[in-house]
């Protein structure tokens, strides 16, 4: 069974770092690219980034380039999204997503990560 | 900022057939990748609901339904049923934004 695996509820404080993380299983890790999803509260989705952990080829939508970083640890199947410096608008939901393609769909999601900033 | 548009809600009593529309342009849509949409329940992670245009996977109901035409992508839903209120996500490739995918802005979907 295919499973996209999220770590837990994050608080942080603005300006601190914060590394998230995605582990895949039930499927051969590095033969499919894993993405990010953001959702901020009461908002709709957007996309992130995506890298395939296979050779680490890693794209990111120009909203996030530069905002964070995206990376995966194919020897424990392992994707990770990181920010070094927080904002209170980071404050949000973020999916890990998998797919087959740069041009192809999410066929599974994580459960989610919810990151709240604050002060 | 989405670049495909549907819009924020549509409602349908039970049993009626509602449409949900997603408009891109000719770095999207209209440049002939595929549209994918995704039902997020309350409070859960969004679920693949409809893959290349109008394929549907495993165990999701016949009475949802995708077309693509030109620069826009439509989701119908028929037989509307009180546990298919929630919200609904378009997604394809756009090839002006470095090769990015992006979602539609989304569409609360109520059941009267």
């Known amino acids: 069974e295919v499973q996209l695996v999220q770590s837990g509820a994050e608080v942080k404080k603005p300006g601190e770092s914060l590394k998230i993380s995605c582990k895949g299983s039930?499927?051969?890790?590095?033969?499919?690219?894993i993405g990010w999803v953001r959702q901020m509260p009461g908002k709709g989705l957007e996309w992130m980034g995506i890298?395939?952990?296979?050779?680490?080829?890693?794209r990111y939508s120009p909203s996030f380039q530069g905002q964070v970083t995206i990376s995966a640890d194919k020897s424990i199947s392992t994707a990770y999204l990181q920010w070094s410096s927080l904002k209170a608008s980071d404050t949000a939901m973020y999916y890990c997503?998998?797919?087959?393609?740069?041009?192809?769909?999410?066929?599974?999601w994580g459960q989610g990560t919810l990151v709240t900033v604050s002060s | 900022q989405s670049v495909l548009t549907q819009p924020p809600s549509v409602s349908g009593a039970p049993g009626q057939r509602v449409t949900i529309s997603c408009t891109g342009s000719s770095s999207n849509i209209g440049a002939g990748y595929d549209v994918h949409w995704y039902q997020q329940l309350p409070g859960t992670a969004p679920k693949l609901l409809i893959y290349g245009n109008s394929n549907r996977p495993s165990g999701v109901p016949d009475r949802f339904s995708g077309s693509k035409s030109g620069t826009s992508a439509s989701l119908a839903i028929t037989g509307l049923q009180a546990e298919d209120e929630a919200d609904y996500y378009c997604q394809s490739y756009d090839s002006s934004l470095s090769g990015s995918g992006v979602f539609g802005t989304g569409t609360k979907v109520t059941v009267l």
């Open positions: 997503v998998r797919s087959a393609g740069l041009v192809y769909y999410f066929d599974y």
């Open positions: 039930g499927y051969s890790f590095t033969s499919y690219w």
């Open positions: 890298i395939y952990p296979g050779d680490s080829d890693t």
